[in-house]
């Protein structure tokens, strides 16, 4: 199964990606550079693992699930 994730920055994507990598989930860059396809069943591992890496970079985004296998990193409502 393939987990989509959607940046609000396309900058973000390499680390993001190397983020899951570090954490054992394997993927690769979409193709428009904003974004990162996760090749893992486990999509509350990928939300762990890019707050995680949002948090360490001090980026005001957090991980919101838009369906059944897709993410989007995007700030906080409020």
Sequence with gaps: MTIAVELT????????????EAGGVSGELAESGCGVIADTDDGDEVARLIDEWATEHGLPFMPVQVGGSSYVLVPPAG
């Design 9 to 20: 920055r396309d900058v973000d994507g390499p680390e993001v990606l190397a983020a899951l």
